[in-house]
């Protein structure tokens, strides 16, 4: 590019015009047949011509539209005195009503009273693909730009506050429920947690991992190495072995919902008189988790 600006800096051009009838070469280039659009989208909607429709029935608008239409000819004792106070800011085009909230902003179509009308608009602009459920400010915002009637915002935050879609999908903004704590056990081992902890140096017996029983009330604490392939029949076996042969059987187990401890197995375990309390999920327990933090400590340095 550079080597031609500079050879063509040694001539002194002048620019005619010329017919493309007569300039076939050059005209060719912009005028190729593959170049052409071969389909043209155009968004099309039928909100306008509904307004239009729905204006000759609307008796609190009848009075306006005619003032409006008739121009020169026009009464103000047509008005009301409401109207005649802001009939400035009003307009008539092309068969739509349009109304200046502020002198500096563009005048507004303006929504007769219809609630299925309104609910169309609501809907095409809060739930269209290009609006994703923005809230009710910024779906009054985006509304509030082309139409305009009166308690528009309660309308607009009625309506998503009643939208289904939101209801299920986006979260509260008001504060949860705060944690309910458990019970605090009458008397040691009647109460316990117990837990899996994954991921340990493997010991002689190629064990890789723990199982964690601790007391409730004495924070007394059981640990039975086991493989990662553990099963429930075998948790089970280690529980009896190491747990209830000392302190008895508990009356309650509190225990995060792995599946080792919501097994059939486990089930059939619990037809005792005891039963099974279940943490949340992603809650943790902080006695189990001081206890982890010990024995992971403790499982490295042996490691080493």
């Known amino acids: 590019m550079t080597r031609w600006l500079s050879f063509f800096e040694e001539y002194n051009f002048r620019v005619e015009y010329k017919l493309g009838k007569l300039n076939v070469l050059a005209d060719a280039l912009p005028r190729r047949p593959d170049h052409e659009l071969a389909h043209i989208t155009r968004v099309t909607t039928d909100l306008y011509d509904r307004i239009r429709m729905v204006y000759r029935n609307d008796e609190s608008l009848a009075s306006l539209v005619r003032f409006l239409v008739a121009d020169k000819e026009a009464k103000s004792e047509w008005l009301s005195p409401r109207q005649r106070s802001r009939i400035h800011r009003y307009e008539w085009q092309d068969g739509l009503r349009y109304y200046q909230v502020e002198p500096h902003e563009p005048p ?44 528009m915002y309660k309308w607009v935050a009625r309506y998503v506050k009643t939208c289904e879609t939101c209801q299920r999908v986006k979260p509260a903004g008001h504060a949860s429920a705060s944690l309910q704590s458990l019970p605090v056990p009458t008397d040691c081992w009647k109460s316990m947690s117990l837990v899996f902890v994954f991921g340990l140096p493997a010991d002689d017996h190629r064990n890789t991992s723990i199982l964690v029983f601790v007391c409730r009330l004495s924070k007394m604490v059981h640990l039975a190495p086991v493989p990662d392939t553990v099963t429930g029949e075998h948790a089970a076996r280690l529980f009896v072995d190491g747990v209830f042969r000392h302190h008895g059987l508990p009356e309650t187990f509190v225990s995060d919902r792995d599946s080792r401890f919501t097994a059939a197995f486990w089930q059939t375990l619990f037809q005792l008189p005891v039963s099974l309390r279940k943490q949340v999920e992603y809650f943790i327990d902080t006695r189990l988790n001081v206890i982890n933090r010990v024995r992971d400590a403790m499982a490295i340095a042996q490691s080493r």
């Open 108 to 151: 507004r179509v303006v929504v007769p009273n219809d609630e299925d009308l309104k609910f169309d608009i609501l809907q095409q602009a809060y739930d269209a693909p290009s609006s994703d459920h923005l809230g009710r400010k910024k779906t009054f915002l985006s509304v509030s730009q082309a139409f305009w009637w009166t308690h």
